[in-house]
């Protein structure tokens, strides 16, 4: 089981990016999806997740309003829609499967299926 993301790219401030998870070996409809991402020198963040547990989608603050997600069930994809791009932005995003909840207003997740991970980069 194995889940890749891809369509990153190099991108201004202010711009928008839409990134796809795709999967191998199970089916992402009948699972929580976090996207979360690895910068170089910073801990890992999860950003967003869309958990089929409470049928809600959590966000961290720093992404809250700017990033969505969506599902493709027919072609076993997710995505991540990415708008107003900051430099902050700029990391390896990763896509997983997972269990997550949002606990004191922060997202809080376990992450169990994962794999390729899709640069960004925001340029100033």
């Known amino acids: 089981v194995q889940l890749q993301a891809s369509g990153g790219g190099l991108v201004q401030v202010g711009g928008s990016l839409n990134l796809s998870c795709a999967a191998s070996?199970?089916?992402?409809?009948?699972?929580?999806i976090i996207w979360f991402r690895q910068a170089p020198g910073k801990e890992r963040e999860g950003i967003l997740c869309?958990?089929?547990?409470?049928?809600?989608?959590h966000y961290a603050d720093s992404v809250r309003g700017r990033f969505t997600i969506s599902r493709d069930n027919d072609h076993n994809t997710v995505y991540l829609q990415m708008n107003n791009l900051k430099p902050d932005d700029t990391a390896v995003y990763y896509c997983?499967?997972?269990?997550?909840?949002?606990?004191?207003?922060?997202?809080?997740?376990?992450?169990?299926?994962w794999g390729k991970g899709t640069q960004v980069t925001v340029s100033s």
């Open positions: 997983a499967t997972s269990q997550c909840a949002l606990v004191s207003g922060n997202l809080d997740y376990d992450i169990y299926n």
């Open positions: 070996g199970l089916r992402l409809a009948g699972y929580s």
């Open positions: 869309d958990s089929v547990s409470d049928g809600t989608t």
